[in-house]
């Protein structure tokens, strides 16, 4: 079984700074896939970010990005040039690769961000 | 496009009673997924169709709890009789098979179960 920690309960950052949410992960699994997700308060969950597994490279969307340790195990995520809308619930997903199907997702506990004008 | 909906979005009900939550995929969307997230806890995985067919239950913690998804559309999740321990956020989330990785799974506004 897949476990997923966030060592970070809440974290604040100043708008226009840069934070980084910390993420960890246990598998025996080999191919799988990373995932953050926002949910904005009151709003639905929407996907961030993905790093598949078997990529070196890191992913990067705009403003986020991550560092994907593979060895370590660990997934975190940078927010660059913080705006008050990332103020939100961030959760990472871990998904093991089954074929091409779909797959659940293994969350973490979540990290409540919260960017301060 | 409209994305994936729930109904009801709260729901308070007293132990022992039924409630049936229903979740509307994103049109064409093949797989459906429902999670939950207790007070404090981490969202859970419950199950898992591929069309009308589970494709993953393992997630369902007993058989209080009965889902379903006729026709391959729309899904329920029936909860009778419910516990105490069953109050929380019912996430419902679609995805469409994307050649050789899985689509992205699209998540509803969930639904708040309390349980009085």
């Known amino acids: 079984a897949q476990t997923v920690t966030q060592s970070q309960p809440e974290m604040s950052v100043q708008e226009a700074e840069t934070v980084t949410l910390s993420c960890t992960y246990d598998t025996s699994e080999n191919n799988y896939y990373l995932f953050w997700y926002k949910q904005p308060p009151s709003r639905q969950m929407i996907l961030v970010i993905r790093q598949e597994a078997y990529k070196q490279q890191n992913a990067t969307e705009n403003r986020f990005s991550v560092n994907f340790q593979k060895a370590a195990k660990s997934f975190s995520l940078k927010i660059s040039d913080s705006q008050l809308g990332d103020t939100a619930m961030y959760f990472c997903a871990f998904m093991k690769r089954v074929g091409n199907a779909g797959n659940m997702l293994t969350f973490g506990g979540g990290t409540r961000l919260m960017v301060k004008p | 496009e409209a994305g994936v909906t729930q109904f009801p979005s709260h729901s308070v009900i007293e132990k022992g009673q039924t409630v049936t939550l229903r979740c509307d995929p994103i049109?064409?969307?093949?797989?459906l997924y429902w999670y939950r997230r207790v007070m404090g806890k981490e969202i859970k995985f419950l199950l898992h169709?591929?069309?009308?067919?589970?494709?993953?239950e393992s997630g369902m913690p007993n058989n209080r709890f009965l889902a379903e998804r006729t026709g391959g559309t729309y899904s329920t999740l029936k909860v009778q009789p419910a516990e105490l321990e069953d109050s929380g956020v019912y996430f419902c989330a679609s995805s469409h098979f994307r050649g050789s990785t899985p689509g992205e799974q699209f998540f509803g506004p969930g639904t708040r179960l309390t349980v009085l």
């Open positions: 049109s064409g969307h093949d797989n």
């Open positions: 169709f591929v069309k009308e067919s589970k494709q993953d």
